[in-house]
């Protein structure tokens, strides 16, 4: 059963930051990309960041050099360090499961509202 469980969302000034955790079953994180999206009220979803089972990561220009994506293999976990966060960047985001195609599963979300 996939299993995609995210925490660590909520409320910050602009200019704070916030890190998000995405805790995934053991048998389907091993091996695979993993995302964070996100999706404003009245927007589509897009991806801010992912990153490969080898560790290589691909950022939103839009979170470039804010936000830095990691993964620890041992506690099957992908987190989202987001800093110096903008009230455009307040959503609910996204834990993914990313094919070459596209993301497959995903969690049930988390809210960050950055306050101006």
């Known amino acids: 059963q996939v299993q995609l469980v995210e925490s660590g969302g909520g409320l910050v000034q602009a200019g704070g930051s916030l890190r998000l955790s995405c805790a995934a079953s053991?048998?389907?994180?091993?091996?695979?990309?993993m995302g964070w999206y996100r999706q404003a009220p009245g927007k589509q979803r897009e991806l801010v960041a992912r990153i490969s089972s080898g560790g290589s990561t691909h950022y939103a220009d839009s979170v470039e050099g804010r936000f830095t994506i990691s993964r620890d293999n041992a506690k099957n976990t992908v987190y989202l360090q987001m800093n110096s966060l903008k009230p455009e960047d307040t959503a609910v985001y996204y834990c993914s499961i990313d094919r070459s195609w596209g993301p497959v599963h995903w969690g049930q979300g988390t809210q960050v509202t950055v306050s101006s």
């Open positions: 053991e048998n389907i994180f091993r091996g695979n990309t």
